[in-house]
């Protein structure tokens, strides 16, 4: 059912809109006691095969790219090997590539992709198998666990950066779908340029694909064309950053960091790097000490640079003071302020969110099914 990023369509959870980066604080990542970790390196690590599955091709340029960074950083952990997948469908062919791929020794699956039940269906068939799932907000297994990072908080630090440059007062996104944590990202983003920019203007376009360079291509230039100075993704490609440097206007990479792939564009990027969390899990699993997430996804925390989820690099062109404004809403966020505070408004201007509500993270993570106001969307 679900998609990744990724397709979380799964009937809405009946959430509250209360106070929340408790529940950021409150999930917690499984790692391993210092005792364990002693225990492991005194003996032969335990044997991992891990299989690692992606929606499109290798290579990507954007979040297959920077989740293939957490995927070999795993190689690390002594008695890893791993397995990747690419453009593996959401169809019933998905559970035939997972099961064929355990009985060939995988031992460890991590789905990038948001399988939803076509994963979490295979793993209850394999108790022995422990079970990554990537935005799936459902009930997990035993041998599961759902992880996430909180993308609401970057999306609005991606938005402040777009309101910040922005001189038309007009910024696009390129969008695969609309769906619940999607439309959380427009929101955020939106959001963010909002707070400094009241009169920001968000235009979307979905594309229906996560990977479509000639549709992300075609959809960015008609942004740009409809006035947007500034451009974020939510698709997987460079497509987005490419069309603003020919146009000679700004990007906000989401992702991957794609300063050095589009230098004369991107503003900066929120990168989404696993790669501890992934180490930690490798090592916990050598350990015996993970368990499943039950009903709540892990949130993995933000940091400042590689190895977890992070702000990128600025562009040679963003002003001093820009950079410093940025990093300075970037750095209340990681010390626990969520800026995602009622009140809201939907496109017709109805309070959707009281004054001094908080948005939760559940809400964030799958309940987003509106469009704030000054949002304009176009497709799907």
Known sequence: MNMKLRTVTAAVLAVG??????????????????????????????????TWTFTGPENDGGYNTINEVAMNAMTSVPGVTIN?????????????????????????IVDTIGLGSLLTDVCKKHPDVICYSGADATAQPANSVSWWLPDWHLGYV????????????????VVPYSIPIANQAINTFTLGCQSVDPTCKVKVIFTDNYFDPTAATRAAT???????????????DPSFCKVAAAKHV?????????????????????????????????????????????????????????????LGAFGAFVPADVQTKIQDVY????????????PITD???????????????????????????GVTTTGK
């Not at 008609?222 to 997987?236: K, P, Q, S, Y």
């Not at 300063?259 to 992934?278: E, G, K, L, N, R």
């Not at 001094?356 to 309940?367: H, I, P």
């Open 250 to 310: 700004y990007a906000v990479g989401e992702y991957n960091d794609f300063s050095s792939a589009c230098a004369d564009s991107i503003i900066t990027s929120t990168v989404w790097d696993f790669s501890d969390f992934m180490k930690a899990q490798a090592l916990a699993i050598q350990a015996g000490t993970v368990t499943g997430s039950g009903t709540t996804p892990v949130i993995v925390p933000l940091g400042t640079a590689a190895g977890s989820p992070h």
């Open 158 to 173: 991606a938005g402040v950066a777009a309101g910040l440059m922005t001189k038309t007062h007009t910024v696009g996104m």
């Open 222 to 236: 008609t942004l740009v064309n409809a006035g947007a100075d500034v451009l974020r993704n939510i698709t997987d």
């Open 17 to 50: 809109l209360a106070s929340t980066m408790a529940a950021c604080s409150s999930s917690t990542t499984t790692t391993p006691s210092a005792s364990a970790s002693a225990s492991a390196s005194s003996s032969p690590a335990k044997a991992l095969k891990v």
């Open 84 to 108: 990747p997948i690419y453009n593996v469908p959401y169809t019933d062919q998905a559970s035939q590539i997972l099961t064929q791929a355990i009985a060939a020794g995988t031992n460890v």
């Open 347 to 373: 496109q017709k201007g109805v309070v959707k969110v009281p004054a001094g509500t908080t948005l939760d993270d559940k809400f964030l993570f799958e309940g987003w099914t509106w469009f704030v106001k």
């Open 331 to 342: 750095n209340q966020i990681q010390g626990g302020k969520s800026f995602l505070v009622g």
